[in-house]
């Protein structure tokens, strides 16, 4: 596992408040669609959440998304 999945792995721990269900992460990977750049959280059930990832200032910055393109879950 690379930095970045590292990263989007602990965003998405971290953004549980730990009440309700909680669905774990099987497989992280990052993927390239459309020339921009994806850090994909899934498991058995279909996509958990996905992570574009952005340069700012040249450091390589995640941001969650809430609706994310079909093309990352194919």
Do not use: C
Request: charged fraction near 30%; glycine fraction near 8%; avoid cysteine.
């Amino acid at each position: 596992m690379n930095q970045l999945e590292t990263r989007a792995l602990a965003a998405y721990l971290k953004a549980w408040d730990g009440s309700g269900h909680f669905d774990q992460p099987g497989d992280v990977s990052e993927i390239e669609r459309g020339g921009l750049r994806y850090v994909r959280l899934s498991n058995t059930n279909g996509t958990l959440a996905v992570y574009r990832v952005r340069i700012v200032n040249d450091a390589e910055v995640l941001k969650r998304l809430k609706r994310w393109p079909d093309i990352v879950d194919k």
